[in-house]
């Protein structure tokens, strides 16, 4: 979930942000996570509650401000989310959307000459 908090983060401080196949809605759908969850490398369980989930709703931005200060990378084979969901909610960002891949998004090291150029170029 780390594009949907750095969408949050960069409308509030005006930054810059790259997001790597982004959750949109983390809130929806999740219902099943409800109770208890193990850790699978700690054994430690915590216990996840509805407001929890509804928490996540509240980091959510609804209308971006500065498009251009995003640039996000979706791949259309991500087996986590649905990236046409991404594609629209970032359409007039920088948008670059590949067909295959998954939710690690292969390949991403083939795109690190345009990320640190869109991150180092002034807005």
Known sequence: MGGYYATWLAEKYACKAVLVNPAVRPWLGREYLLGDQENYH???VSRIEQ???DQLQEFDVAILSEPAR???LVQ???EVLDYR???EK????KLLIEEGGDHSFQGYEHHLA?????LTKPA
């Open 114 to 118: 345009d990320v640190i150029e869109f």
């Open 70 to 72: 995003f640039m996000v």
């Open 90 to 93: 970032y359409a007039a960002c």
């Open 85 to 87: 969901q991404a594609a």
């Open 51 to 53: 407001g929890h989930l």
């Open 76 to 78: 259309s084979g991500d």
């Open 42 to 44: 700690t054994g430690e």
